[in-house]
């Protein structure tokens, strides 16, 4: 499985982006797929997940602002960022994890940096 992500960019604060994320290969409708991102000297975060069956599941810090969705018929995930902070700034990537056979298989982007100015 290959991730793709895209629209990340430099935006001020309370602005809007929204990024994306195609996959490709040998892709599940059972796939659970997620956001994740990780700012300078931090660890990476959890930010949104979308499970298979359309529940989501967000990080307190970008509740209300952050809306994930998913495409199955164009194998995309994406994420609406709205509000956004300063402390929003980081590479995001995109996560797509799901059975495959016997084994559970975890499959990440390249990433995409986003920036928030003040």
């Known amino acids: 499985v290959q991730l793709q992500a895209s629209g990340g960019g430099l935006v001020q604060a309370g602005g809007s982006l929204r990024l994306s994320c195609a996959a490709s290969?040998?892709?599940?409708?059972?796939?659970?797929m997620g956001w994740y991102r990780q700012a300078p000297g931090k660890q990476r975060e959890l930010v949104a997940v979308?499970?298979?069956?359309?529940?989501?599941n967000y990080a307190d810090s970008v509740k209300g602002r952050f809306t994930i969705s998913r495409d199955n018929a164009k194998n995309t995930v994406s994420l609406q960022m709205n509000s956004l902070k300063p402390e929003d700034t980081a590479v995001y990537y995109c996560n797509r994890q799901g059975w495959r056979g016997n084994y559970y298989q975890n499959y990440w982007g390249q990433g995409t940096l986003v920036t928030v100015s003040s």
């Open positions: 290969g040998s892709i599940s409708n059972h796939d659970n």
């Open positions: 979308i499970l298979s069956g359309g529940s989501t």
